[in-house]
């Protein structure tokens, strides 16, 4: 079976998540030790197999990180704050291809292991001062998204 032919419950190898992604084998591997959401299965030999709900955060990872320009650690941030499954929510409704990202796959996967590892810092230092809406009241990572890329309109302004 060719590799477009795969059915999109597949589960994926290394060098097919590296092509659909673009993006080199080795930085995968080093965001596995990034983020701690991203664990795909590994099989005799250490080969690692992406599932549905893998390939859906690394999409996300992927599109935070090259499009949108937020750094590791702002990534790292989004993803405790909101959690997998909404931050993944937003991007599949911001691209508006629903087919691009299996979510109920990540919703289920997502689910937190404690409420310590979720919930936002107790006390968030603003790192500017402006007339906008605290990022502790922001519950929708759509909401997160844009507001961090008004934020980033008005610095490199």
Known sequence: MDRAEKSADAFRTISEVSEILDVPQHVLRFWEGK???IKPMKRGGNRRYYRPEDLALLQTITHLLYTDGYTIKGVQK???VNGVAAT???FVAEQGDS?????EAVEAAAEP???????PPAEAEPTMQRE???LADITNAADVIAELKSIRAVLTA
Not at 113 to 119: L, R, T
């Open 99 to 103: 087919s691009s990202a299996p979510v």
């Open 113 to 119: 292991q404690d409420s310590a590892a979720v919930s």
């Open 35 to 37: 983020f701690a959401q």
């Open 78 to 80: 989004l993803l405790r």
């Open 88 to 90: 993944v929510n937003a």
């Open 132 to 134: 906008r809406q605290p």
